[in-house]
């Protein structure tokens, strides 16, 4: 009686429905890039009118996706008159196909200034390269604002892509997506460098621009089976469900016998 109420409790709508799910949930096969090199390279220049200072940052790493981070500041005089140019810097991963660049804090502050200049450009600020196991796309969202009271040379940012379709500049206060097409097996070098400069009469003012950068490399691809596929699985399982409800009687038949 056990087996013959084990029996009855299948459904032909049950062991269906489970052999289709089955069949439906296709085989998700994540691919990574691999790391070729990466780095964060940042200068300041700053000239007040007695001459130009410098300060440069860098830090870098092979094969590796460890976190980055470099900052500088360099702070030039003459008389009075003063420059102070900035930039910070971060790059963290999740893993070799994603993470996050924050350019920040990067502008100057200047003081009666006749003649002189402030540059952050110069460095190359971020750079990342791999190589891509699998086709898909590089994706970029991007966010970049400014503050100060005269925002005029911070200029935005240029985003460097060495595939086919090449880079772009992102203008300061902007955001939005870019996307990259990627292809098995190539190399690629992706840059993103900030634009700020500014040099003559500064006077007195101050400005800054951010910008905030997530990517994304998605090679994910999935096997989904086709549509007469889908249709064999289902005659199958209903042939299956089928033959065990008309063998059933016979198999609780035979075990009463033999009790």
Known sequence: MKISTAIKSLSMTTVGAAIITVGLNPAVVYALPTPVSSSLILQADSDAGGGL????????????????SASVSAFATSGEASVLSQAKGTATWIDSSQGVVNLTDIGWNTV????????????????????????????????????GTDTFGLNGFLFNWSGPEGGTFFGSSTSGTLQRAIVAGENYIVTIKNQANISGGLGTREAFIDGTFKWKIDTATASVPESNTVLGLLAFSVFSVSS????????????????
């Open 244 to 259: 065990l409800l008309k063998y059933k009687p016979k198999t609780v038949r035979s075990i009463a016998s033999v009790e």
């Open 112 to 147: 009666a200034v006749n003649s002189g200049s402030a540059q952050l450009f110069n460095g190359l600020d971020w750079s990342y390269e791999f190589i891509s196991d699998a086709t898909g796309f590089f994706t970029l969202d991007y966010d970049i604002s400014s503050s």
């Open 53 to 68: 200072i410098t300060d440069i940052d860098s830090d870098s790493q092979l094969g590796t996706v460890n976190p980055l």
